[in-house]
């Protein structure tokens, strides 16, 4: 049996690095009661806004809730959405002192308008071309400096592909993170899919990896999700994938060891940010155990628990122990 309580103190020793695109997740909340004579749309009376971490910051969040010492590295605009972002970040005790800020972009803001706890409009403010030479080898060389002082635990790749993850940053990081036997884990998208060689855990939704692969698959049976790893292997050469189905759970496999972690009953309201709280906890639980099941299940407890709430929200390091020690007998 796990001792839970061990496990999620340990968190409190490991020291995280979190790479990736970062952005503002921010909310409008308002009341819909008639249409705009102006157009055929709703009106919005604005109650309340509210700006949250999201991202790969949503990731450090989850980090850091679970009591994980926590550094993100990124590049941002030089802008007030910058300044508002760093601030809460710095607020949640996440290391932001290698954070770059480039006046050759914008910090990404995704502003969500909603109504009756229903979103009913999303706004992106961004630039999704790749940072410069200039700032890619700001962020390797801080990244360097880091892992010199500080020794990480694990690194965590966050790719929403917006630029910040370069084919040649994400070989400099993984290379530094060989020489140093630092645990790396991947959240991946389209454009950088296979550029993550060597890593150790690669978790991609089965969307991603389908398309990623060029897939069609009939139907989601260990069969199938056997092939997939061993496709995904060939070309990225990782220890561990690490695939979410949806409803259906989680798949693992570990050389020949696979098998399929099965979701528990929820009341689903938003799934915004699960991946990052999957990936975020999966990390922090195989690099204090090296146990890939039992990293997969408490994460696979851990996205569910998000998705019964509405918005991007961090893990509850309590409620997911409690959960933990109920479920995962």
Known sequence: MNDFNKLFAAFADLKVAVIGDVMLDTYWWGKVDRISPEAPVPVVALRNKEQRIGGAGNVALNTISLGAETTLFTVTGADEDAEMLCGLLQDQHIDTKYIVKSADRITTNKIRIISRNQQMMRLDSEVTHYISKEDEETLVKNFIAYVKRHKPSVVIFEDYNKGVLTQTLIENIIAVCKEHDIVTTVDPK??????????????????????????????????????????????????ISLITLSEKGVYIQKGNYARVIPTHARNIADVSGAGDTVIAVASLVYAATKDVTLAAQVANVAGGQVCEEVGTVAVDKAKLLEECKLLLK
Do not use: M, Y
Request: aromatic share 8%; proline share 2%; charged share 25%.
């Open 190 to 239: 389209k454009k950088n899919f296979f550029a993550f060689k060597n890593v150790d855990i690669f978790k991609p939704n089965l969307k991603e990896v389908t398309e990623g692969l060029n897939l069609i698959i009939e139907a989601v049976n260990e069969q199938t999700l056997r092939q997939i790893h061993t496709e995904l292997n060939a070309q990225l050469q990782h220890k």
